[in-house]
């Protein structure tokens, strides 16, 4: 006999940031037969256009959000028997994750089957220790207790005719239909092999202090776990899109080609799929074309130097996404910037992933006095470098030019920054310099030292050219 019809309902609600790595591995899902249905609260960010990447049956909208409410409408929808209730920020952990949850209803007297949620690696202390806690290893039948929790779920349609999910209550809508259907006589189970991840935890309050000294116990138990992230959303399975936009002809240092190094280098890192050079002159087409890379055309309206670099950014990624190519993270370079650590821009792409970041770039790190023009002739002090070094203050100065990057959703607000960033000091001043000089003067016969330009380009001429 085979197995019953699926039916997936996801909630979302401006989900950008994780519907992507959901539905990738909903849709890995080795169960024989299954359907997906969102139901969206007026998503004002790019979730719907997301999601269309994947074969969705249907999508809901929902103007008041009720969680129990929005999961009704869902399954009126709906066409399977068994209905799974999985939420847009949670990814299941394995392509058997739908087949378990189905496995539970076997039993005729089941209601109900929740799986395990498991915290990710940036998870805060406290969400770690809630969810590690709550969500152990041992199946359940559950015969009085009521406990139950529709970010990972499955439930049975007939049940749900008898009894739905409460429209009025603003949250905790599981546990009102796990009373009410324990009260049935019906029984719930708690199946640990079907495992999603899940960021936040259960408990959002809590003493701080006594969850750390919980969660780093829990970290020890599972410290394969904690680290871990799903499979779709590791560096080497991100869809990363490099970026080097070039405003007018391109430039070079003592004969030495700053766009093709560049070109090279971030088409060498380890992360990064694919490579666009922004620009509208044919000489950077051409480079692009020799470097492996793509060429995407600057237009009139965006060649003005007081178009920012968010706006320039964020107009790429339409561009790329209209060739048919969707990238979850851009990584911006300036090909002015020649000198960069060996593997910078694959460390930015795993801080970003593994912390679950908005945006990280390099910074040079500044331990100075900094003083800035109060006006009136007079200037203020910033910061105190004058204290022995272990108690001086450390000022960041970004390098976003050397590579930064940046989820898509960020670039898509014409922004190159997001509201959680991460930094990776740099130390070495080498890496602060920039090329902006097309054609350096030569050095005087009588110096004795090589001038800052003339000793880069010697740095140059020496480091990068063939």
Not at 116 to 136: E, I, Y
Not at 150 to 156: E, H
Not at 378 to 386: A, K, N, P, Q
Request: include cysteine; hydrophobic fraction near 40%.
């Amino acid at each position: 006999m085979s197995p019953p019809r699926v039916s997936v309902i996801i909630r979302t609600r401006n989900e950008e940031a994780w519907i992507g790595e959901c539905l990738a591995m909903v849709f890995r899902q080795d169960h024989p037969d299954f359907e997906v249905i969102l139901v969206d609260n007026r998503s004002t960010d790019h979730t719907l256009e997301v999601a269309r990447r994947h074969p969705v049956r249907d999508v809901v909208s929902v103007e008041r959000y009720r969680p129990g409410q929005a999961l009704n409408a869902g399954i009126r929808r709906a066409s399977g028997a068994l209905i799974a209730c999985l939420s847009a920020h949670c990814i299941p952990r394995d392509e058997g994750w739908l087949r378990a949850l189905a496995a539970g209803f076997d039993d005729a007297g089941v209601a109900g089957v929740y799986g395990r949620q498991l915290p990710l690696a940036f998870s805060t202390a406290l969400d770690k220790r809630d969810l590690l806690t709550v969500f152990g290893l041992d199946r359940r039948v559950q015969v009085k207790d009521y406990f139950f929790h529709n970010a990972n779920s499955m439930i049975r349609r007939s049940v749900w005719e008898r009894i739905p999910f409460d429209e009025e209550v603003t949250n905790i809508e599981d546990r009102h239909w796990g009373k009410a259907v324990i009260e049935a006589g019906y029984r719930l189970v708690y199946e640990p092999r079907a495992a999603v991840y899940h960021h936040h935890g259960i408990n959002q309050n809590g003493d701080s202090a006594r969850a750390a000294g919980v969660s780093d116990n829990l970290e020890t138990l599972e410290r394969e776990v904690i680290n871990d992230l799903p499979e779709v959303m590791r560096p080497e399975n991100c869809n990363v899109a490099a970026v080097a936009p070039v405003l007018g002809e391109p430039r070079q240092l003592m004969g030495g080609d700053l766009l093709t190094h560049l070109l090279q280098q971030v088409g060498g890192a380890r992360y990064v799929r694919s490579v666009y050079a922004f620009s509208e002159s044919e000489a950077v087409r051409e480079r692009a074309e020799r470097a492996g890379a793509r060429a995407i055309r600057r237009p009139p309206e965006l060649m003005a130097r007081e178009r920012t670099l968010g706006e320039v950014l964020a107009y790429c990624l339409g561009e790329i996404e209209r060739g048919g190519d969707f990238p979850q993270i851009i990584l911006y370079a300036n090909y002015l910037c020649p000198f960069r650590p060996a593997r910078l821009f694959d460390e930015l792409i795993t801080e970003l992933q593994y912390k679950g970041l908005d945006s990280v770039f390099p910074a040079y790190v500044d331990y100075n006095d900094h003083w800035v023009n109060s006006g009136a002739g007079t200037f203020e002090r910033v910061s105190e470098s004058l204290r022995p070094a272990p108690d001086r203050p450390r000022l960041f100065r970004s390098l976003y030019g050397l590579g930064c990057a940046s989820r898509a959703s960020v670039i898509r607000r014409t922004s190159l920054i997001g509201g959680k960033v991460g930094i990776i000091p740099l130390g070495e001043h080498i890496y602060t310099l920039r090329c902006t000089d097309e054609r350096p003067e030569p050095l005087p016969p009588s110096a004795e030292e090589p001038s800052l330009i003339g000793w880069t380009a010697q740095m140059f001429l020496r480091e990068f050219r063939p």
